[in-house]
């Protein structure tokens, strides 16, 4: 996800393992107490978010509208106002969250209704259905006492319930590969608000399937994760990753962050910085720094300036997968060692050099990449691992005004269908080389 390229399963119940144990441990909250309020002096109702604010618009409700999803939020908001407790809020909130999902799933491979004449690969519905969600959570006022940090935890817990990030279930045993992948929300909207992600498209089409590769099946996990800087500083990311990462007989085989990137190409990045440039995210939002580190999670001390894929870069760039190339990037924006003066760098970073992009920039693609291999390395995880950019989906010829354009055309649909199958070759040939760099 560069923001300088702009032309850009079946459904299943949450497992009871004792991974999944450890990942409801890291995001538990501590019971909070409930007093009663009269209907009168119920809680104010929050402000919308920037991205809640977007949901007007009609280009929103119109996709919506044209893949069924615009009876989420309304069904959503009638069971809260049923809701007489806050433990019953937060059992709605999460199991709503993963409702949410698993339509979205269901859709883009094709069980269930088809909702609407929108294409059922479409990430879109997801996205601003689930905004809906957290605006009527932000909205409500219910009948006893709700400050902000409740609030706040109801809202966690539908997003990471509608993101796929507290379902991930791998298979246990050597029968299959285990693999977890990660997509992106929309992100640029203020510049057209109709875009689609592909990396996240690609995680509804590819969540709990099975792809058939040189090494056998290979079970495919996805989560979705915010375009937001302080979700990331929060720890989204390692705390969802951390339960598969770990020792255990369900322990990830390979993964790989997914974001958009280039025009006309897919790149593997080789090497991700520990910096922020500070591009505004998806609530406007800038931040520049070093990428901050959870307190209480494993990481590596002292913080690397820079991490590298563990991915099979040379198989992945030298199998024809589908239509579009496949780079190795190995070019990163560093400070020599000793220097002040920002340097590019086509093969990678120079030694005790400082941070200032990676291959994948310096935005929140670069970061989802360095959180991720910095996790893996901090538990010593010993599998193939990285970051892939794919091709920038652009709208077709004729339909390129964000003012009056269609919000789906064929080329469109037709370009994010290549992208999600070519993403599935890529997986099959990255799990059949061994992993091998």
Excluded at 72 to 98: I, K, Y
Aim: net charge positive; hydrophobic share 35%.
């Amino acid at each position: 996800m560069r923001p300088t390229h702009i032309t850009a399963p079946v459904s299943r119940a949450p497992r009871r393992t004792r991974l999944a144990v450890l990942g409801t441990a890291l995001l538990a909250c501590a019971p909070l107490a409930l007093t009663a309020v009269p209907a009168s002096a119920a809680p104010a109702a929050a402000p919308p978010t920037v991205e809640e604010q977007r949901l007007d618009g009609a280009v929103p409700q119109e996709i919506l509208r044209r893949s069924g999803f615009d009876d989420v939020a309304p069904g959503f908001a009638r069971a809260l106002a049923g809701t007489r407790s806050l433990d019953q809020a937060r059992r709605l909130a999460a199991e709503d969250g993963r409702r949410l999902w698993r339509r979205a799933v269901d859709r883009a491979q094709g069980r269930g209704p088809a909702g609407g004449d929108l294409s059922a690969d479409d990430d879109r519905p997801l996205y601003w259905a689930r905004l809906g969600m957290t605006r009527a959570l932000r909205e409500w006022r219910p009948a006893f006492s709700l400050d902000e940090g409740r609030r706040a935890d109801l809202v966690a817990r539908l997003e990471r319930g509608s993101r796929g990030q507290d379902s991930v279930e791998l298979p246990t045993g050597s029968a299959v590969k285990r693999v977890v992948i990660t997509g992106f929300d929309p992100f640029q909207l203020d510049s057209d608000i109709r875009r689609s992600n592909p990396s996240g498209a690609a995680a509804l089409a590819l969540d709990g399937t099975t792809i058939q590769t040189p090494a056998g099946p290979a079970r495919v996990e996805a989560a979705v994760f915010p375009v937001r800087w302080e979700d990331f500083a929060g720890g989204t990311v390692e705390r969802t990753l951390l339960p598969h990462f770990t020792p255990g007989p369900g322990r990830v085989d390979l993964f790989t962050t997914i974001s958009q990137g280039r025009p006309g190409r897919f790149d593997v990045e080789r090497t991700n910085g520990a910096w922020r440039g500070g591009s505004p995210d998806n609530v406007n939002l800038s931040r520049t720094g070093t990428v901050p580190v959870p307190r209480g999670l494993p990481t590596v001390t002292p913080q690397p300036q820079w991490t590298t894929t563990s991915l099979p870069y040379a198989a992945l760039t030298a199998t024809p997968t589908g239509r579009f190339p496949v780079r190795d990037n190995t070019s990163v924006t560093e400070i020599p060692a000793g220097g002040t003066e920002e340097a590019d760098r086509p093969d990678g970073p120079t030694p005790g050099s400082t941070a200032r992009a990676g291959g994948g920039g310096d935005y929140l693609s670069n970061e989802i990449a360095y959180r991720a291999t910095l996790l893996r390395d901090a538990v010593r995880l010993r599998v193939p691992g990285g970051h892939l950019h794919t091709p920038v989906l652009s709208f077709g010829a004729g339909n390129t005004d964000p003012a009056n354009g269609r919000v789906t055309d064929p080329s469109f649909v037709a370009d994010r269908l290549a992208i999600t199958a070519q993403i599935r070759s890529l997986l099959a040939v990255a799990v059949g080389s061994g992993g091998r760099p």
